[in-house]
């Protein structure tokens, strides 16, 4: 599979932006998908993280309650709904894949993501 993503930018602290990660080559619901990213200076963390035949979501700390991932299948897309962006979540932000199938959603409970797209730019500022 083929992941592209979109839709960062520059956004004042309080704003939102929603990133956009189009599939192609096989549906997304054949795989668990997750939004990562990675401001300067630090190690790449996983954002929220969604296991499509489990039902189950899982948000890092800092974004629940502000973030929100849904998709559209039959658009083969998966979107980030970022709300009350603050200037700590500045940083790029990557979609991804799993060929995992099983109960787990964090990445480092079943080996990593397999799949990776390009990532987008998130600026938020103060």
């Known amino acids: 599979v083929q992941l592209r993503a979109s839709g960062g930018g520059l956004v004042q602290a309080g704003g939102s932006l929603r990133l956009s990660c189009v599939a192609s080559?096989?549906?997304?619901?054949?795989?668990?998908m997750g939004w990562f990213r990675q401001a300067p200076g630090k190690e790449r963390e996983l954002v929220v993280g969604?296991?499509?035949?489990?039902?189950?979501?899982s948000y890092e700390d800092s974004v629940k309650g502000r973030f929100t991932i849904s998709r559209d299948n039959a658009k083969n897309t998966v979107y980030l709904q970022m709300n009350s962006l603050k200037p700590e979540d500045t940083a790029v932000y990557y979609c991804?894949?799993?060929?995992?199938?099983?109960?787990?959603?964090?990445?480092?409970?079943?080996?990593?993501?397999?799949?990776w797209g390009k990532g987008t730019q998130v600026t938020v500022s103060s």
């Open positions: 991804a894949a799993s060929n995992y199938f099983g109960d787990y959603v964090c990445p480092s409970n079943f080996g990593g993501m397999d799949y």
């Open positions: 080559g096989r549906s997304i619901r054949d795989y668990v």
């Open positions: 969604f296991n499509w035949s489990a039902g189950r979501t």
